[in-house]
């Protein structure tokens, strides 16, 4: 059965460029989605933005 994976990408992230991270994405293909917020590698995750994005992911696949 296929994995849902949510990419996220900083767009000052140096140590994982957007670039590579939308290329990950279509390497996956239909289950992947992919999102770019504004911070760097680590900031990211103090995003207030990311919350949003990772609840709409998870409500496309799972019920909640």
Known sequence: MPVP???HAG??????PEWAVRQAGKVI???AS???LD???ISLYRNPELI???CA????Y???
Not at 11 to 16: K, N, T
């Open 39 to 41: 911070g760097s590698h």
């Open 52 to 54: 949003p994005v990772m």
């Open 5 to 7: 994976i949510l990419t």
């Open 29 to 31: 293909g239909d289950r």
């Open 34 to 36: 992919t999102a770019t």
């Open 62 to 64: 799972f019920q909640i």
């Open 57 to 60: 992911f998870l409500s496309n």
């Open 11 to 16: 767009r000052e992230d140096a140590m994982a």
